[in-house]
């Protein structure tokens, strides 16, 4: 069967065999463009493979940014998995840079149908039957939203029930959110606002059938890992916290967020790896996630150590540091992530330094909050330097001694 014959089988929605899938993915390599990758993808969704799809399509995506129907393939394989939100950002990109297509706002009717969202799905659907009144998905979607009628709200919890609840499991949990007269706002992780209709949300919540305590924690879940600027799930928290080491100092500008007391007053924090900003871990997300402490500092740590940062020789003069490419009895870890205070307390770090650097005790700097700089204890004059070194606002200030895998402070430079 030519390769167009079995696209036009892929876009009508029917399964392929074995062979004409392989066909398809033989001709897809060697072609290299987005559109016979895309069909692959539509051909894996056809076949309940949507996770297999998803990969693919945020492979092509990476390389066609503004491809419409990779954006659009993407959002479908999201809707196959019931991820209603994560579906709304390709949709969305799809429909901006192909205004005339009807395809992205079928889909989007999709996630509000399924979220009760009855006037924004009539309104979707409106738009594509008035450029075309045949069109049958929407039609038959429609329809479906006329059908569809919210739970009988006379009795049992009241929408004020609902609102309060929800909002007693938002503050438990830290999310930062803002009620308005109809609505919550939640404060995204990676910036921005998410505005929810509350009225929808206790209608869904109804139609589900859930009682009151069932029906918010599942949401307070959700809200929980948009606010953290995640993809859903404790496995995808789990993959990408990471320790940060702070003073006490920082308790107080961290109210809410998961903490465990570290060596000499110091304190490990838990943030998620981000190329942009640090997100520190809310208490209220574990509890939502059904995750421990345990766990979590557990998978930070395994973490980290996936993450080294290379000991690097660095030259110290007037204050100015940089590179070198000879020893100089300074070194530093140097990742730039905010980590790196962390890691001088690894193992693997610590065997890294040995062997660069040469046996501990180690003095330790970690005034600045990209990169720790260390010497030996019995070098005199690279210890004199980083004694005059001053701690930028967000590092940790003081002398520090490592040894044994202990780091412990000193009264004051002894050099």
Same mark, same amino acid.
């Not at 308790?251 to 900003?277: K, M, Q």
């Given at each position: 069967?030519?390769?167009?014959?079995?696209?036009?089988?892929?876009?009508?929605?029917? @399964?392929?065999?074995?062979?004409?899938?392989?066909?398809?993915?033989?001709?897809?390599?060697?072609?290299?463009?987005?559109?016979?990758?895309?069909?692959?993808?539509?051909?894996?969704?056809?076949?309940?493979?949507?996770?297999?799809?998803?990969?693919?399509?945020?492979?092509?995506? @990476?390389?066609?940014?503004? #491809?419409?129907?990779?954006?659009?393939?993407?959002?479908?394989?999201?809707?196959?998995?019931?991820? =209603?939100? #994560?579906?709304?950002?390709?949709?969305?990109?799809?429909? $901006?840079?192909? /205004? !005339? +297509?009807?395809? /992205?706002?079928?889909?989007?009717?999709?996630?509000?149908?399924?979220?009760?969202?009855?006037?924004?799905?009539? #309104?979707?659907?409106?738009?594509?039957?008035?450029?075309?009144?045949?069109?049958?998905?929407?039609?038959?979607?429609?329809?479906?939203?006329?059908?569809?009628?919210?739970? +009988?709200?006379?009795?049992?919890?009241?929408?004020?029930?609902?609102?309060?609840?929800?909002?007693? &499991?938002?503050?438990?949990?830290?999310?930062?959110?803002?009620?308005?007269?109809?609505? %919550?706002?939640?404060?995204?992780?990676?910036?921005?606002?998410? *505005?929810?209709?509350?009225?929808?949300?206790?209608?869904?919540?109804?139609?589900?059938?859930?009682?009151?305590?069932?029906?918010?924690?599942?949401?307070? *879940?959700?809200?929980?890992?948009?606010?953290?600027?995640?993809?859903?799930?404790?496995?995808?928290?789990?993959?990408?916290?990471? /320790?940060?080491?702070?003073?006490?100092?920082?308790? $107080?500008?961290?109210?809410?967020?998961? *903490? *465990?007391?570290?060596?000499?007053?110091? =304190?490990?924090?838990?943030?998620?790896?981000?190329?942009?900003?640090?997100?520190?871990?809310?208490?209220?997300?574990?509890?939502?996630?059904?995750?421990?402490?345990?766990?979590?500092?557990?998978? !930070?740590?395994?973490?980290?150590?996936?993450?080294?940062?290379?000991?690097?020789?660095? #030259?110290?003069?007037?204050?100015?540091?940089?590179?070198?490419?000879?020893?100089?009895?300074?070194?530093?870890?140097?990742?730039?992530?905010?980590?790196?205070?962390?890691?001088?307390?690894?193992?693997?770090?610590?065997?890294?330094?040995?062997?660069?650097?040469?046996?501990? /005790? =180690?003095? %330790?700097?970690?005034?600045?909050?990209?990169? &720790?700089?260390?010497?030996?204890?019995?070098?005199? !004059?690279?210890?004199?330097?980083?004694?005059?070194?001053?701690?930028?606002?967000?590092?940790?200030?003081?002398?520090? @001694?490592?040894?044994?895998?202990?780091?412990?402070?000193?009264?004051?430079?002894? &050099?």
């Amino acid at each position: 069967m030519s390769v167009e014959r079995i696209q036009s089988k892929v876009w009508s929605g029917e @399964r392929l065999t074995d062979d004409e899938l392989n066909e398809l993915t033989a001709a897809a390599q060697r072609e290299g463009g987005p559109t016979l990758r895309t069909t692959v993808a539509q051909a894996l969704i056809n076949a309940d493979h949507p996770r297999q799809a998803i990969s693919l399509l945020l492979a092509v995506r @990476r390389d066609f940014p503004k #491809e419409a129907q990779v954006h659009l393939a993407l959002g479908r394989a999201l809707i196959s998995l019931e991820k =209603w939100t #994560e579906a709304e950002e390709p949709l969305k990109r799809a429909l $901006e840079l192909n /205004p !005339a +297509d009807p395809e /992205p706002l079928k889909a989007l009717a999709t996630v509000a149908l399924r979220r009760a969202e009855w006037s924004r799905a009539k #309104e979707l659907l409106q738009q594509v039957l008035r450029k075309d009144p045949f069109d049958s998905e929407a039609q038959l979607l429609f329809s479906e939203v006329e059908a569809a009628q919210p739970a +009988d709200l006379a009795h049992g919890p009241s929408l004020e029930d609902f609102t309060h609840a929800l909002s007693e &499991v938002l503050k438990a949990q830290s999310t930062p959110f803002l009620l308005q007269k109809d609505a %919550v706002l939640i404060r995204l992780g990676r910036g921005g606002v998410a *505005r929810f209709d509350l009225d929808s949300l206790f209608r869904e919540a109804r139609r589900t059938g859930q009682d009151l305590d069932g029906a918010v924690a599942l949401i307070g *879940r959700d809200f929980a890992e948009r606010s953290l600027g995640l993809p859903p799930g404790k496995l995808q928290l789990l993959s990408k916290v990471l /320790p940060v080491l702070r003073d006490s100092s920082f308790l $107080e500008r961290a109210t809410g967020t998961v *903490r *465990r007391e570290g060596p000499a007053g110091l =304190w490990f924090f838990y943030a998620v790896e981000d190329p942009e900003v640090v997100l520190y871990v809310p208490e209220g997300v574990l509890s939502a996630m059904r995750v421990d402490l345990e766990q979590l500092d557990t998978a !930070a740590w395994k973490n980290l150590e996936a993450h080294p940062a290379e000991v690097r020789a660095i #030259e110290l003069e007037q204050g100015a540091l940089r590179l070198s490419a000879t020893p100089t009895g300074l070194w530093a870890l140097a990742h730039g992530d905010g980590h790196d205070g962390a890691r001088v307390l690894t193992p693997s770090h610590q065997a890294a330094l040995e062997k660069a650097a040469g046996p501990g /005790p =180690w003095r %330790v700097y970690l005034g600045l909050r990209e990169l &720790v700089l260390l010497c030996r204890e019995s070098d005199t !004059a690279s210890a004199k330097k980083l004694e005059g070194l001053e701690s930028a606002r967000e590092g940790i200030g003081g002398a520090w @001694r490592l040894f044994e895998g202990r780091l412990s402070p000193l009264p004051e430079w002894d &050099v």
